[in-house]
């Protein structure tokens, strides 16, 4: 099924099978493409690149289909390695973390940081934490693929 093309996100750069390796929602998932285009958001003048999961329900595309500016992405896939990052050496905590010092990790960026911490606030935190962290064991095979492919492709890239 391709990709609409006549809608405001403008697909430069598409993945047009993602249902048949969407993890665990292959391949029946209803996220059926990944791109990375023009931003619906553009303004004239101003181009901005953002990367779309293209959803498709009940016969049409779906209003869930999101699409985030590429920064956005990358600063998620920081997030999402640095809490993996965490969870291989959280079984040294009573609680999978410190409650004292719930700071994972300050990443620099744009002059500033981006502060990656446990979520406090959260109320169920002690139970939340290691459902989370029973699911991050549970997809380590399926995440580890992802994580040596992003490894070997930055390398080709220089990174």
């Known amino acids: 099924m391709p990709i ?3 809608l405001k996100h403008k697909p430069v750069v598409v993945a047009e099978d993602y ?28 181009v901005e690149i953002s990367a779309k999961v ?4 009940s016969g049409k595309w779906s209003r869930q289909s999101e699409e985030l500016p590429l920064h956005r ?7 999402v390695c640095r809490s993996m990052q965490h969870f291989r050496e959280a079984y ?12 994972i990790d300050r990443v620099g960026l744009q002059g500033d940081a981006m502060t990656v911490e446990v979520c406090t606030d959260n109320e169920r935190i002690n139970e939340d934490i290691k459902l989370f962290s ?3 064991s549970e997809d380590d095979e399926l995440n580890g693929e992802r994580l ?7 390398k080709e890239m220089g990174y």
């Open 54 to 57: 293209w959803r498709h329900t």
């Open 73 to 79: 992405v990358l600063d998620l896939a920081i997030l």
């Open 92 to 103: 040294r905590y009573e609680h999978l973390y410190d409650p004292q010092n719930p700071v």
């Open 148 to 154: 040596r492919m992003l490894s070997r492709i930055l």
């Open 19 to 46: 249902q048949k390796v969407d993890g665990r929602y292959a391949p029946v998932s209803d996220a059926k493409g990944l791109s990375v285009g023009l931003a619906q958001w553009n303004d004239r003048g101003k």
């Open 134 to 136: 029973q699911a991050l």
């Open 4 to 6: 609409p093309t006549t």
